[in-house]
């Protein structure tokens, strides 16, 4: 059994928990699936995701899914902090 752990921690929980919400779905029960995905809260500021597989190639699968979930949530929470000014003619 192969196993990686990733522990985030936010400096704000609203991030925690649109993570929480991203990586709740792959977490529960599939039986299609080769690997099995935990997510839990360790803190209000920390998350931990859990990644267990019986083979390499699976558990890199889901060790780059959930890089691929962390890093679409970061880039957006950048994207929706960043002051935007809006003239007229775009609204």
Known sequence: MFQVEVRIAA????ILNALYAAFKPESEPMPRYRSRIEVARESSLTLRVTIR???????????N???????????????????????QSEL
């Open 65 to 87: 899914m959930v890089l691929r979930i962390l890093g679409a949530i970061c880039a957006s929470t950048e994207v929706v902090s960043q002051p935007r000014s809006c003239s």
């Open 11 to 14: 400096a704000e929980p609203t």
């Open 53 to 63: 597989s019986g083979d390499i190639s699976s558990l890199r699968a889901s060790v």
